[in-house]
């Protein structure tokens, strides 16, 4: 199962569009969540299947009018990390950033990230 939504409305904080703010936490997050729970049993049941989750390259680097944006895919990140630590089949897609030339720096550090259990 592949979890890639997300919106991502800019404004500064001090604008304070919250509509704006609940919106990209609920789908940006809790539809992550809420496919991680609809895929987890199926896949025990079957006994096979993995989770991707598609972050951005926001979670890793904020931009004017992005702040919680950035917020809700380091959060994605995190909740991935958390997730493959219990099992191999929950990873993090790797950034990118399409339009941007990618380095060989940017290339080591997009590579993607699989958990293991401990």
């Not at 991502?8 to 809420?34: C, F, T």
């Not at 380091?74 to 941007?100: H, N």
Request: proline share 8%; hydrophobic share 40%; aromatic share 4%.
């Amino acid at each position: 199962m592949i979890n890639n939504a997300g919106i991502m409305p800019h404004s500064l904080l001090e604008q304070a569009r919250i509509d704006d703010w609940n919106r990209m936490i609920d789908i940006n997050l809790k539809g992550v969540l809420y496919g991680i729970s609809a895929a987890l049993e199926p896949m025990k049941r079957q006994k096979a299947g993995h989770i991707i989750n598609v972050s951005s390259v926001a979670g890793h680097k904020v931009r004017p009018g992005s702040a919680v944006y950035a917020a809700t895919k380091a959060a994605v990140l995190m909740l991935s990390e958390a997730c493959g630590r219990r099992s191999s089949r929950i990873i993090s897609a790797p950034p990118f950033s399409p339009p941007v030339p990618c380095s060989p720096n940017c290339r080591r550090a997009s590579r993607t990230r699989t958990w293991q259990k401990p």
